[in-house]
């Protein structure tokens, strides 16, 4: 089945440093999404991707839809300690209007 | 986006016991999801649930551990049955965008730990 892999797993930064985390699959998707989750919340939409090379940004945060349609990047500048949380990359099935996701990247921010 | 609530938001339970559920939306929802997410894991997806229908189960997941209800369009619930530790997660709900939106926005969760 389609499957994300999602990298890396884990970050460890200095607050104030750019992100850059990336997710890829086998299969094409039609639609890239970047959800955030924080300890005791569920997953917050924070980009949707609809065009291959479409780049969109929200605030300080980026992510483009590779042209192949199999990845896509999320990239966080000047990162505040807010950004901690776990982000997860996520696409809908082809042919069923439900989603997989990818692993998550876990981001630590020491200030 | 729609305004999604889960109740409990955590609980704590014993094993052999069954814990409901519930979903409610602020706003009118063809499709709902029920998602497990194991510790320290991604999101798994339990199943679709649609209003007037059965809920649909994906692979791994079977009506009698995870019986889901969805009355009306505003509201579903989902049953943990004969609970096991194993099944300690947060189990989310979440609702589609709009029709045909591949979005999905998600409630708070429920945390429930199996002693």
């Known amino acids: 089945g389609q499957q994300l892999n999602q990298s890396p797993q884990s970050m460890f930064i200095q607050e104030g440093e750019d992100v850059s985390m990336n997710c890829t699959s086998s299969?094409?998707?039609?639609?890239w999404l970047w959800y955030k989750q924080e300890p005791g919340e569920g997953p917050v939409l924070l980009i949707a991707?609809?065009?291959?090379?479409e780049l969109t940004s929200n605030g300080r945060l980026t992510a483009q839809f590779g042209i192949t349609r199999k990845d896509s990047f999320l990239n966080i500048s000047a990162s505040i300690p807010s950004d901690v949380g776990i982000y997860f990359c996520?696409?809908?099935?082809?042919?069923?209007?439900?989603?997989?996701f990818g692993q998550g990247t876990r981001l630590t921010i020491n200030p | 986006s729609a305004v999604i609530s889960q109740k409990p938001s955590r609980d704590i339970c014993q094993r052999g016991t069954s814990l409901t559920i519930q979903c409610q939306v602020d706003?009118?929802?063809?499709?709902m999801f029920w998602y497990r997410q194991q510790p320290g894991q991604s999101l798994t997806l339990i199943a679709t649930?649609?209003?007037?229908?059965?809920?649909?189960?994906e692979s791994g997941f079977v009506i009698d551990k995870f019986p889901i209800s969805r009355p009306n369009l505003t509201f579903s619930t989902l049953t943990v049955s004969n609970m096991s530790p194993e099944d300690s997660s947060i189990y989310l709900c979440?609702?589609?965008?709009?029709?045909?939106?591949?979005?999905?926005?998600f409630g708070p969760g429920t945390r429930l730990t199996v002693l």
């Open positions: 979440s609702v589609q965008g709009g029709t045909g939106s591949d979005e999905q926005f």
């Open positions: 299969s094409i998707f039609n639609t």
């Open positions: 991707l609809y065009k291959a090379g």
């Open positions: 996520a696409g809908p099935i082809q042919g069923a209007q439900k989603l997989v």
């Open positions: 706003s009118q929802v063809t499709m």
């Open positions: 649930a649609n209003q007037g229908s059965e809920a649909t189960y």
